[in-house]
Structures are given as C-alpha cells and as structure tokens.
C-alpha cells in the first residue's frame, strides 16, 4: 500500500545539499487537533478565571450597596417614625378645635385608614427580592407611607372645613375666651379648676377656675372680644372683673391691683384691663380666672387656644 502523507524537501544554499522529510498525514492531522484542543482548553481557563474576577468584584459592590440602601431605608423609615408623631399631634390638635367650632369628631375608625391614595399594588412595591433574607421592611416602610400620606390628606380636608366654619362665623369666635389671660412668661398655673385643699382653712373645696401666680402689676388681659359687666371690688375677690363675650359665655378676672376698665366698656381679645394683685381673700399675688358657660363655671383649660402648661 502506497504510503499517503507529505514530502518536505530541504535545500541547502552552500553545499547543494538536499534533504527530504517525510510527513505522515494522519500524523500531521493528529498534531492539529491536538494544538486545538489545547488552545481551547487554555482559552476557556484564562477566560473563567477573568471573568470570575470580574463577578466577585461587581458582588463585593452590590455588597456595598445594598448595605447602602438598608441604612437609607432604615433612616427614611426613623423619618415616618417623625412625621407619625408630627401627624399625631396635628390630630390632637385638631380634635380640640372641631371641638370648639362644634364640628363632630372624626371617627376613630377614619382615623385608622385615612382618607384617598389606595396602597401600591404588592407586586409593584416589593422589591425586597433585592435585599438580604433577614431585611423585610421596604415593604412595611412603604405602607406605612401610603398611611401617612392618606392621614394628611385626611387632616387637609379637616382643616378646610374648619376653616369653612371659622370665616363664616368669624365674629363669635373671637368672642370665644381663647388666650390665657396672662402672659405665658409671666406666670405660673398654681392651681387648676376641681377639688383642692383650700389654702386658708385646709378644707377640701370647690375651685372654679385657674389660678396664675404672678407678679404684682403684671398686665391682664380681656380673653375674648365682649362688653365689661362689672368692675368693682367684689368681697373675697377684691378687685373684679365680668366680662360678657355674647354666646352664654363670660370671663371673671379676680384679686387685681387694679382695674383700667368700667362697666359697659366695649373691649377686644388681648386688651389689658387691669394689673395682677393681692386683693380680697388671697394670699400671694396672683390672678383668679375663671369662665362660666350658661351661668355654669367650665374649666378655662377647655378654652385656651394659644400654648398650655403641659
Ligand atoms: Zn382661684
């Protein structure tokens, strides 16, 4: 059998010399496959390792990331904690003034889901598949602002119809005893309306209205707009003052240094009317106050609109 291969004839420049190298075929197409084979096997190594090293860095940075992101959520969620609380305080507040404008009451139930916004669909707001097994809160957090968002809304529409009631009935608010009748400054509450030990014969009695310890001389002040129905010295409470604001309410301004106003004067919110004093039966310099509802004494702390003694 003929061998079948390849001749490579070698020649020589100086001596004319000639060589010849005989090549089997198969054994030349051994050396080929082999060389492939080889190459792809080194490629395919060089390439896992790099691209090996390409994944771990790109995993270390979405490491940093969402270690990241937890410490943004976790302070965005310290900031809903913040605006709950801002919310609540909103919510007391206005509570107090549908109270006083003689709106109802928003039902606690209400209060529970708030009003508009419905919640993200769940598919949509879950993206917690992005965080580590033990995060779950992005999911809370982002109910949670859905919540307060529609508490707010809640609140705006509240104070839009509170407003609504006010500007239409402008003139009888202002006849409402809301400030206190001294200086926050100026003054400490030492006792409050309800039962008390009377501090001349230490009896338990009867105390219908606040009690301001102030300063000899420091201003009083008309708590709402209304017309003086008495000023005079009045037995226990020494220099006194009744003040009719219209609606079946009134103000009563006991123990004062001095009055500076007289019977029938027209007088408005804030307007100084007299001095605290130590007159009648009193034993420091303070002011008695008190407001009476349909001739009923009422708690003035029911009234007060500016800051209280909380
Ligand atoms: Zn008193």
């Known amino acids: 059998m003929k061998n079948r291969g390849y001749k490579i004839i070698l020649v020589s420049d100086e001596q004319s010399e000639i060589r010849q190298l005989n090549i089997n075929r198969n054994l030349l197409y051994g050396i080929a496959v082999m060389l492939l084979v080889g190459i792809g096997l080194l490629s395919y190594y060089f390439s896992d390792l790099y691209s090996n090293r390409v994944y771990a860095a790109r995993l270390e940075q979405i490491r940093v990331d969402n270690t990241k992101l937890i410490e943004e959520i976790r302070e965005t969620e310290q900031r ?17 003034i549908r ?23 769940d598919e949509e ?24 968002n529609r508490l707010a809304n809640l609140e705006e529409l509240s104070y839009a119809e509170i ?38 014969d230490r009896k338990n009695r009867f105390h219908e209205g606040n009690d ?48 500076k106003v007289k019977r029938g004067d027209r007088v408005t919110r804030g307007q100084i009317i ?30 007060y609109f500016d800051l209280t003694f909380e």
């Open 80 to 96: 809903a904690d913040l605006l709950q609380t801002q919310l609540d305080s909103i919510r007391k507040r206005d509570d107090l």
């Open 99 to 121: 109270e006083m404008v003689k709106l109802p009451k928003i039902d606690d139930d209400i209060r529970k889901v708030g009003v508009g916004g419905a919640n993200a669909p």
């Open 125 to 148: 707001s879950s993206l917690e598949y992005l965080l580590p097994d033990n995060y779950k809160g992005l999911h809370a957090l982002k109910k949670n602002f859905d919540f307060l």
């Open 163 to 200: 407003y609504d009631r006010v500007t239409s009935d402008l003139v009888r608010f202002q006849c409402y005893p809301a400030i206190h009748p001294v200086s926050l400054e100026d003054c400490h509450l030492t006792s409050g309306f309800g039962m008390r030990v009377d501090p001349f």
């Open 212 to 259: 301001f310890a102030s300063r000899w001389g420091t201003p009083v002040r008309a708590t709402a707009d209304g017309v003086v129905k008495a000023s005079k010295y009045y037995g226990t409470f020494g220099n006194y003052i009744e003040i009719d604001h219209g609606y079946g309410l009134k103000t009563i301004y006991g123990h004062m240094s001095r009055r």
């Open 274 to 303: 007299g001095t605290v004093g130590n007159t009648g039966k009193s034993t420091a310099s303070h002011l008695h106050y008190g407001v009476k509802y349909k001739r009923r004494d009422v708690d003035p702390a029911d009234y």
